[in-house]
C-alpha cells in the first residue's frame, strides 16, 4: 500500500510556498517562515521538518515489515547526526549505523541502547573496536582479514563474544558517482564475492569463539534509484548463505542489504520510495530463498539520505550579485551567498545538482540564468552551476535550498575559517537549535600557542 504521506519530490512534507507560484514566494516550514528563522538564529541555516524526519523513518521502517513481517532498520548515522537525532531514533526504536568512534560518541551521549548499535567501517582502530565492544554494541561490520583478527582478539581479550556481520562486495556496479559506489571489485570496502575472499574470510570467522557470526552486509553504494542494483546484490548474497549453510551445515539468520535509495535534489527528480524498492528485493529474496531451500534471514536495511535529505532545507542570506556577459553574448547572474562548498561541499566534490528558490518574496520578475555561489575563496565554490531565477534576485533576499539534510551538515568544513551553520529543527510552528552554529572563538579554541618541547 502506498504511503500516501511519502514525498518523493525534493521538498520535506511540511515545506510551503505562500503562494501559488512556488519558485517566488515567502517559504515555510512546519510554519515557521524562512524569514523569521533567520532573523532569530541568523544565516546560513539547516531547517530540519521534524515531522517529515520521524514520517520518514516510519514508512522505511513500516516497508521493511510489511515486506518481511519484521526485520531491523538502521539509520546511517554518517548522513546527519547528533545528540538530539539520536534520541528521536531511540524514541522511534530502531538502529544506528555508525562508522567511527565519534559517530559512537555521539549515539552514546544521546543514551541510545548500545544493542541496537551497528558498527561500520574499513580501518576501524584498536581503540574504536575496544569501546564499541565494551560499550556492548549489537554487531560489528568486520570489512577485512586484518579486522577478523583485530575483532577476535579484543572480544577475546575483554572475555566477550561479540556478534559480527562480514561486509561482501557483490561485484554489482551501481550507476552513481564513483566516489560513492561502493560494491564493484575495485573499492577498499569488504570482501570480494567473486574472487573467493568471503568464502575464506567466513571461514576464518568460524574459527574464533571470540566472534558470533551472524550474517553478511553489503552497501552497494549511495543515492541509486535503479531497484535492479539492489535485486541483483541481494540474491548474491543469498547465494553465499546458501553455499555458507552447505559447508558449514548452519544457516547465518541475517542479511543486511545496506542503504544507498536515491532522493530528488531537483525539481526534475523524483525519490525511490520504500514501498517500491523494498518490496521488489523482498520479492527476489523470497524466491531464491525458496529455490535454495534457504530459511528467509533476518533483513535489515541502513538507508541514511532517504530519510534525512528531504527533511532539511539550508537557508542564505544573499550578499552580492554581479552580472556577467558570456561569450555568445548571453547575460549571467552570479548571486552570492553567506555559506558555500564549507556546509556544502556535494556540488565542488560530485558534480552534485540542486535546485534553489527565492524566499523571503514574491517576484513576477522574468527568470534569468544564474549561478549560485558561495563566499569561499576559490572559483569552483559553485553551488548550483545553472538555474532559472527571478533576475530581481539582490542584496538581503534569502534563497532556499531543499534536501540538504544529508551530507551537508556532516561533511562540512571551516575552509576559510568560516563556523560550521546550526542546525534547527521545526515543528508545528516552534522552532529549536538542536546543533548550534560553531563561532569563531570555537574554532580559535584549537588554537595552541606554546614552546617546542624535545621528544623524549
Ligand atoms: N551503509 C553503509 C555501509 C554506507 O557506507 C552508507 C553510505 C550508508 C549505509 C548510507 O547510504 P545512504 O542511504 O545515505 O545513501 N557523501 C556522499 C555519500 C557517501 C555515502 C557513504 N556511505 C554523498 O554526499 O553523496
Redesign the pocket.
Known amino acids: 500500500m502506498a504511503n500516501t504521506n511519502y514525498s518523493t519530490s525534493l521538498f520535506s512534507t511540511n515545506l510551503k510556498f505562500s503562494d501559488e507560484n512556488q519558485y517566488g514566494a515567502e517559504l515555510s516550514i512546519a510554519g515557521c517562515s524562512a524569514a523569521q528563522l533567520v532573523k532569530e538564529f541568523g544565516s546560513p541555516i539547516f531547517v530540519l521538518d521534524q515531522d517529515d524526519f520521524f514520517m520518514r523513518t516510519n514508512a522505511w521502517r513500516a516497508a521493511l515489515n510489511t515486506s518481511f513481517g519484521s526485520g531491523q532498520l538502521?539509520y546511517?548515522a554518517?548522513?546527519f547526526i547528533c545528540v538530539e537525532v539520536a534520541r528521536w531514533l531511540k524514541q522511534l526504536k530502531v538502529g544506528l549505523?555508525v562508522?567511527s568512534g565519534g559517530e559512537l560518541a555521539v549515539a552514546l551521549a544521546a543514551e541510545f541502547p548500545a544493542s541496537d548499535i551497528e558498527f561500520?567501517g574499513n580501518n576501524k582502530s584498536v581503540d574504536e573496536i575496544s569501546t564499541a565492544i565494551k560499550s556492548a554494541v549489537g554487531t560489528i561490520?568486520i570489512d577485512s582479514f586484518d579486522e577478523v583478527e583485530r575483532v577476535a582478539e579484543i572480544a577475546k581479550s575483554l572475555g566477550k563474544i561479540q556478534k559480527v556481520y562480514l561486509?561482501l562486495t557483490p561485484g554489482i556496479d551501481a550507476h552513481t558517482?564513483e566516489?560513492?559506489s561502493?560494491a564493484h571489485e575495485d573499492v577498499k570496502?569488504g570482501f570480494s564475492i567473486a574472487s573467493g575472499a568471503a568464502s575464506e574470510a567466513l571461514d576464518k570467522c568460524m574459527s574464533y569463539p571470540s566472534l558470533n557470526l551472524a550474517g553478511v552486509?553489503c552497501?552497494i553504494?549511495?543515492?541509486?534509484f535503479e531497484v535492479s542494483g539492489f535485486e541483483a546484490a541481494a540474491m548474491r548474497l543469498i547465494d553465499v548463505l546458501a553455499k555458507f549453510r552447505d559447508q558449514h551445515a548452519k544457516e547465518l539468520p541475517e542479511l543486511n542489504i545496506?542503504?544507498?535509495?536515491g532522493i530528488a535534489y531537483t525539481k526534475g527528480e523524483r525519490a525511490i520510495a520504500p514501498d517500491e524498492v523494498i518490496p521488489a528485493i523482498a520479492k527476489v529474496i523470497k524466491s531464491a530463498c525458496d529455490k535454495l531451500k534457504l530459511s528467509i534471514p533476518k533483513i535489515s536495511i541502513?538507508?541514511?539520505?532517504?530519510i534525512v535529505?528531504p527533511t532539511t532545507t539550508t537557508i542564505y542570506l544573499v550578499g552580492t550579485t554581479k552580472s556577467v556577459t558570456l561569450e555568445d553574448g548571453s547575460i549571467r547572474k552570479y548571486v552570492s551567498v553567506d555559506g558555500g562548498m564549507s556546509e556544502n561541499i556535494?556540488p565542488a566534490?560530485?558534480g552534485?545538482t540542486y535546485s534553489a528558490f527565492l524566499a523571503n518574496r514574491s517576484s513576477t520578475a522574468k527568470s534569468i540564468s544564474t549561478r549560485v555561489v558561495g563566499k569561499h575563496c576559490e572559483s569552483g565554490d559553485i553551488l548550483i552551476s545553472d538555474i532559472q531565477l527571478p533576475s530581481d534576485i539582490k542584496i538581503g533576499d534569502l534563497l532556499a535550498i531543499p534536501a540538504t539534510g544529508?551530507?551537508g551538515r556532516s561533511?562540512a568544513s571551516n575552509y576559510n575559517h568560516i563556523p560550521r551553520p546550526s542546525v534547527i529543527a521545526v515543528l508545528n510552528g516552534s522552532a529549536r537549535e538542536i546543533l548550534r552554529r560553531e563561532t569563531q572563538a570555537d574554532l580559535l579554541n584549537l588554537d595552541v600557542i606554546q614552546a617546542p618541547r624535545q621528544l623524549s
Do not use: N, W
Not at 221 to 224: E, K, N, P
Not at 302 to 306: K, L, M, N, S, T
Open positions: 538502521y546511517a554518517k548522513s549505523d562508522c561500520h561490520v561486509r558517482h566516489f560513492i561502493t570496502f552486509h552497501h553504494g549511495s543515492q541509486i545496506g542503504g544507498g535509495y541502513e538507508p541514511g539520505r532517504a535529505g556535494r566534490l560530485y552534485a544529508a551530507y561533511m
